[in-house]
């Protein structure tokens, strides 16, 4: 039997992950919301793949950017809020999954 000791996911890619208590799992699906937001990285873009994918290096990366595990993400599955909280304890909160027009 599994026994599952703790939950985390990275609402953001490349961000310190976060905690959770409960998650719905669906299945053949991945962790909902996890890496579901990213930043481009600014670095030389790659062809996209079929199917839209893209090379990772196209966006920020703990890899390739390691400043960025000081960075944490929270993403509010009630509310859709997606928070960003840097280092230096400043923050940042958009609505998430709505396209900016």
Known sequence: MTHV???????VKGFTAEPMTQVALS?????PRDRHFAFI????????????WVQPRTFL??????????????????TGLLKIIAPDSRSAIAM??????
């Open 5 to 11: 000791i703790a939950l985390h996911r990275h609402p």
């Open 61 to 78: 990366m703990q890899a390739a950017d390691p400043q960025l595990a000081a960075f944490h993400a929270h993403y509010d599955d009630a």
């Open 27 to 31: 299945p053949g699906a991945g962790l």
């Open 96 to 101: 998430a999954g709505k396209p900016e027009t």
């Open 41 to 52: 990285s600014g670095r030389k873009p790659e062809t996209p793949k079929p199917g839209g």
